[in-house]
Protein backbone atom coordinates (compact mmCIF):
# COMPACT_ATOMS: atom_id res chain seq x y z
CA UNK A 1 0.00 0.00 0.00
CA UNK A 2 1.35 3.46 -1.00
CA UNK A 3 2.06 6.35 1.45
CA UNK A 4 -0.04 9.42 1.87
CA UNK A 5 1.73 12.19 0.86
CA UNK A 6 1.33 16.16 1.69
CA UNK A 7 1.58 18.29 -1.24
CA UNK A 8 3.36 22.03 -0.71
CA UNK A 9 0.82 23.88 -2.93
CA UNK A 10 1.57 27.75 -3.26
CA UNK A 11 3.63 27.59 -0.75
CA UNK A 12 1.59 26.18 1.80
CA UNK A 13 1.39 22.10 2.73
CA UNK A 14 -1.81 20.18 1.77
CA UNK A 15 -3.03 17.13 2.06
CA UNK A 16 -2.16 14.31 2.92
CA UNK A 17 -3.09 13.08 -0.66
CA UNK A 18 -3.10 9.41 -1.71
CA UNK A 19 -1.67 8.62 -5.08
CA UNK A 20 -4.48 8.47 -7.10
CA UNK A 21 -5.12 12.09 -5.67
CA UNK A 22 -1.42 13.32 -6.54
CA UNK A 23 -2.23 11.97 -10.33
CA UNK A 24 -5.22 13.93 -10.43
CA UNK A 25 -3.39 16.69 -9.57
CA UNK A 26 -1.22 16.36 -11.96
CA UNK A 27 2.17 17.10 -9.74
CA UNK A 28 5.33 18.14 -10.88
CA UNK A 29 8.85 16.73 -10.47
CA UNK A 30 10.05 19.52 -8.88
CA UNK A 31 6.54 19.91 -6.37
CA UNK A 32 7.40 19.28 -2.66
CA UNK A 33 6.15 16.73 -1.20
CA UNK A 34 6.65 14.53 2.24
CA UNK A 35 4.89 11.53 4.08
CA UNK A 36 4.11 11.72 7.80
CA UNK A 37 7.02 9.48 8.42
CA UNK A 38 9.51 11.99 6.20
CA UNK A 39 11.35 14.65 8.67
CA UNK A 40 11.97 17.20 5.57
CA UNK A 41 10.23 17.85 2.50
CA UNK A 42 11.68 16.68 -1.06
CA UNK A 43 10.99 17.04 -5.06
CA UNK A 44 8.59 14.56 -6.08
CA UNK A 45 11.22 13.46 -8.39
CA UNK A 46 13.57 12.69 -5.17
CA UNK A 47 11.66 9.97 -4.17
CA UNK A 48 12.01 6.44 -5.82
CA UNK A 49 8.35 5.33 -5.95
CA UNK A 50 7.07 8.64 -7.07
CA UNK A 51 9.38 7.99 -9.89
CA UNK A 52 8.26 5.11 -10.77
CA UNK A 53 4.49 5.67 -10.73
CA UNK A 54 4.88 9.05 -12.85
CA UNK A 55 7.78 8.32 -14.97
CA UNK A 56 9.75 11.10 -13.62
CA UNK A 57 13.29 11.05 -14.59
CA UNK A 58 15.68 10.77 -11.25
CA UNK A 59 17.68 14.28 -10.74
CA UNK A 60 21.38 14.81 -11.38
CA UNK A 61 23.31 16.02 -8.13
CA UNK A 62 23.87 19.65 -8.13
CA UNK A 63 27.00 20.64 -7.21
CA UNK A 64 25.69 22.64 -4.35
CA UNK A 65 24.96 19.61 -2.62
CA UNK A 66 27.86 17.75 -2.41
CA UNK A 67 29.61 17.74 1.56
CA UNK A 68 32.00 20.17 2.06
CA UNK A 69 35.18 19.06 3.02
CA UNK A 70 34.82 20.98 6.75
CA UNK A 71 31.77 19.15 7.13
CA UNK A 72 32.82 15.99 6.67
CA UNK A 73 36.04 16.89 9.08
CA UNK A 74 33.96 17.81 11.99
CA UNK A 75 31.70 15.08 11.08
CA UNK A 76 35.00 12.77 11.71
CA UNK A 77 35.97 14.56 15.24
CA UNK A 78 32.11 14.05 16.03
CA UNK A 79 32.46 10.18 15.24
CA UNK A 80 35.98 9.65 17.10
CA UNK A 81 34.19 11.44 20.34
CA UNK A 82 30.94 8.79 20.18
CA UNK A 83 33.19 5.59 19.79
CA UNK A 84 36.03 6.37 22.25
CA UNK A 85 33.40 7.88 24.45
CA UNK A 86 31.30 4.19 23.83
CA UNK A 87 34.71 2.16 24.62
CA UNK A 88 35.48 4.77 27.52
CA UNK A 89 32.15 3.27 29.48
CA UNK A 90 32.89 -0.13 28.39
CA UNK A 91 36.39 0.41 30.18
CA UNK A 92 34.57 1.99 33.10
CA UNK A 93 32.42 -0.43 33.65
CA UNK A 94 33.66 -3.52 33.00
CA UNK A 95 37.74 -3.13 33.78
CA UNK A 96 37.14 -0.73 36.63
CA UNK A 97 33.93 -1.96 38.22
CA UNK A 98 34.38 -5.82 37.43
CA UNK A 99 38.76 -6.63 37.45
CA UNK A 100 39.79 -6.46 40.81
CA UNK A 101 43.82 -6.86 39.74
CA UNK A 102 45.33 -3.85 38.81
CA UNK A 103 47.83 -5.19 36.17
CA UNK A 104 44.89 -7.01 34.79
CA UNK A 105 42.89 -4.01 34.48
CA UNK A 106 45.68 -1.96 32.70
CA UNK A 107 45.90 -5.01 30.15
CA UNK A 108 42.09 -4.73 29.33
CA UNK A 109 42.19 -1.34 29.12
CA UNK A 110 45.18 -1.07 26.64
CA UNK A 111 43.60 -3.58 24.84
CA UNK A 112 40.12 -2.18 24.73
CA UNK A 113 41.60 1.28 23.14
CA UNK A 114 43.50 -0.53 20.86
CA UNK A 115 40.14 -1.95 19.17
CA UNK A 116 38.82 1.67 18.94
CA UNK A 117 39.91 2.55 14.85
CA UNK A 118 39.30 -1.40 14.03
CA UNK A 119 35.57 -0.56 15.86
CA UNK A 120 35.30 3.27 14.51
CA UNK A 121 35.88 1.12 10.66
CA UNK A 122 32.80 -1.63 11.56
CA UNK A 123 30.55 1.64 12.75
CA UNK A 124 30.90 3.43 9.60
CA UNK A 125 30.93 0.81 7.18
CA UNK A 126 27.24 -0.41 9.27
CA UNK A 127 26.26 3.11 9.46
CA UNK A 128 26.79 4.39 6.21
CA UNK A 129 25.01 1.23 4.14
CA UNK A 130 22.17 1.39 6.86
CA UNK A 131 18.77 3.41 5.84
CA UNK A 132 20.34 6.36 7.70
CA UNK A 133 23.57 6.23 5.27
CA UNK A 134 25.43 8.09 7.28
CA UNK A 135 27.15 7.62 11.09
CA UNK A 136 26.04 9.83 13.68
CA UNK A 137 28.76 12.14 13.45
CA UNK A 138 27.73 12.89 9.61
CA UNK A 139 23.72 12.92 10.50
CA UNK A 140 24.36 15.76 12.83
CA UNK A 141 26.37 17.67 10.04
CA UNK A 142 23.33 16.94 7.68
CA UNK A 143 25.16 15.09 5.42
CA UNK A 144 25.43 11.09 4.21
CA UNK A 145 26.95 8.66 1.57
CA UNK A 146 25.53 7.77 -1.45
CA UNK A 147 26.48 6.08 -4.60
CA UNK A 148 27.36 8.11 -7.79
CA UNK A 149 23.73 7.67 -9.09
CA UNK A 150 22.27 9.49 -5.29
CA UNK A 151 21.51 5.76 -3.70
CA UNK A 152 21.92 4.26 -0.67
CA UNK A 153 25.27 2.11 -0.48
CA UNK A 154 25.25 -1.50 -0.32
CA UNK A 155 27.23 -2.68 2.91
CA UNK A 156 29.76 -4.51 0.46
CA UNK A 157 30.28 -0.97 -1.10
CA UNK A 158 31.13 0.47 2.77
CA UNK A 159 33.55 -2.17 3.42
CA UNK A 160 35.06 -0.96 0.11
CA UNK A 161 35.58 2.86 0.63
CA UNK A 162 36.33 2.07 4.44
CA UNK A 163 39.38 0.04 3.23
CA UNK A 164 39.71 2.65 0.26
CA UNK A 165 40.89 5.00 2.81
CA UNK A 166 43.99 3.16 3.47
CA UNK A 167 44.98 4.71 0.44
CA UNK A 168 44.16 8.16 1.43
CA UNK A 169 46.18 8.18 4.97
CA UNK A 170 49.23 6.24 3.09
CA UNK A 171 49.38 9.55 1.15
CA UNK A 172 50.19 11.23 3.79
CA UNK A 173 46.80 12.53 3.95
CA UNK A 174 46.64 13.92 0.59
CA UNK A 175 44.10 11.61 -0.25
CA UNK A 176 41.64 13.72 1.46
CA UNK A 177 42.56 16.82 0.86
CA UNK A 178 41.63 16.05 -3.14
CA UNK A 179 38.38 17.07 -1.78
CA UNK A 180 39.72 20.18 -2.85
CA UNK A 181 40.67 19.63 -6.66
CA UNK A 182 37.56 17.91 -7.80
CA UNK A 183 33.98 19.50 -8.72
CA UNK A 184 32.41 16.54 -7.02
CA UNK A 185 34.22 17.02 -3.69
CA UNK A 186 35.77 13.33 -2.88
CA UNK A 187 38.00 12.47 -1.51
CA UNK A 188 40.63 9.62 -3.10
CA UNK A 189 38.87 6.89 -1.42
CA UNK A 190 35.34 8.36 -2.32
CA UNK A 191 37.15 7.92 -6.44
CA UNK A 192 38.02 4.74 -5.82
CA UNK A 193 34.75 3.49 -4.29
CA UNK A 194 32.22 5.21 -6.49
CA UNK A 195 31.30 6.87 -3.71
CA UNK A 196 29.56 10.25 -2.76
CA UNK A 197 29.25 12.67 0.77
CA UNK A 198 26.31 15.12 -0.02
CA UNK A 199 23.98 17.65 1.92
CA UNK A 200 20.41 16.81 2.98
CA UNK A 201 18.38 18.82 0.07
CA UNK A 202 16.05 20.66 2.88
CA UNK A 203 16.59 21.74 6.14
Same mark, same amino acid.
Not at 10 to 23: A, H, M, R, V
Not at 31 to 57: H, S
Not at 69 to 92: E, H, P, T, Y
Not at 151 to 171: D, H, M, N, P, Y
Given at each position: ?? &?? *???????? &??? &??? @?????ARKIKPADFV????? &?? !???? #?? @?????? %???????????? !??? $??? #?RLLASFLDWF? /?FGAFVVVIFV?? %???? #????????? $??? %??????????? !??? /???? $? =????? *?????????? =????????????? =????????? $? /??????? *????????? #???????????? /???????
Amino acid at each position: MH &PN *YILVINGK &PEG &PFS @IDELKARKIKPADFVKTPEM &PD !YKEA #QE @IAELRD %LFGFAKPALLMQ !YFG $SFD #QRLLASFLDWFI /VFGAFVVVIFVVV %LLIL #QDKETRMTA $SFG %LLACVPFAKII !YHM /VMES $S =VKQAT *YGKLMLKIKV =VDMNGERITFGKA =VARSLCKIF $S /VLTFFIG *YLMAFFNKK #QQCLHDMMAGTL /VIKERLF
